[in-house]
């Protein structure tokens, strides 16, 4: 790509529709509108972590991650910095010897068996039965906070020496992380990853357990993310130490 190359689009900061010249950034190609010079990637890779954004791409993402933007909740507290929570549970693995991808990849894998086991038991128990009733409640909590008392959500669906939880919501949150199109404007339209349900489990041997949305897979693997200090935040130690991570070398984690 040549510095001569350009597209007319509306810049999301100032509203002009001009000619933005577009340039190659370090983490890809980036425009820089005519009128503001506010600088804005063109196109982001499948994957981006905050150390790939640029300063004006962290301040958005930061927005939509502040509680009632994109999510009622939030991804980071009002004041928490991006980049600070982040270095912080990049340190907090590395010094664990567990990476991003292990935490998403052994998480997918423990909830894709709790699917499993309720496929299962749907096809062989009899419709009806106490037991059907029993995973589905375990498995669809709708209208119940899945962080209740443990007696109050019942018992879980066993998977291992884990016990598990999930709460179906009747929509859909979406990743913080999209960069497409008009990125200032605060919209859902185009993100990235996004998902449905909330899930617990609970280590039966440690008596512990980690709450966090299945949209955290995809946080994890794509963006290096654990969320900031909000109620949907994965700590990355004790989700290390509850779910066995790296614990046993060549384990069927």
């Given at each position: 790509m040549t510095d001569d190359e350009s597209t007319v689009s509306l810049c999301w900061k100032c509203q002009v529709k001009t000619r933005h010249k577009i340039t190659e950034g370090r983490s890809g190609a980036l425009e820089r509108c005519a009128v503001?010079?506010?600088v804005l990637r063109v196109a982001r890779p499948a994957s981006v972590t905050v150390h790939d954004l640029t300063a004006n791409e962290v301040r958005l993402v930061e927005l939509r991650m502040r509680p009632g933007a994109v999510s009622q909740a939030g991804f980071l507290d009002p004041t928490e910095s991006l980049v600070a929570v982040t270095r912080s549970d990049?340190?907090?693995?590395?010094?664990?010897?567990?990476?991003?991808?292990?935490?998403?990849?052994?998480?997918?894998r423990l909830i894709g068996k709790a699917k499993a086991t309720v496929e299962r038991q749907v096809k062989l128990q009899e419709p009806g039965t106490a037991e059907i009733r029993r995973i589905?409640?375990?498995y669809n909590m709708l209208g119940e906070d899945?962080?209740?008392?443990?007696?109050k959500r019942g018992p879980g669906i066993r998977v291992d020496e884990f016990e598990v939880w999930s709460h179906l919501y009747n929509g859909w949150q979406g990743?913080?992380?999209?960069?497409?199109?008009?990125?200032?404007?605060?919209?859902?339209?185009?993100?990235?990853?996004?998902?449905?349900?909330?899930?617990?489990?609970r280590?039966?041997?440690?008596?512990?357990?980690?709450?966090?949305?299945?949209?955290?897979?995809h946080l994890l693997r794509h963006h290096q993310f654990c969320?900031?200090?909000?109620?949907?935040?994965?700590?990355?130690?004790?989700?290390v130490r509850v779910l066995r991570i790296g614990e046993v070398e060549g384990s069927h984690q």
């Open positions: 503001c010079k506010n990049d340190t907090t693995l590395r010094a664990l010897g567990v990476t991003h991808s292990q935490v998403a990849s052994r998480i997918q589905i409640a375990a899945p962080r209740s008392d443990s007696e990743c913080p992380f999209f960069l497409d199109g008009d990125v200032g404007r605060l919209s859902t339209a185009d993100t990235c990853g996004d998902s449905d349900r909330d899930w617990i489990v280590n039966t041997v440690l008596n512990d357990e980690i709450f966090f949305s299945e949209l955290i897979i969320e900031g200090h909000t109620e949907y935040r994965l700590d990355p130690a004790r989700t």
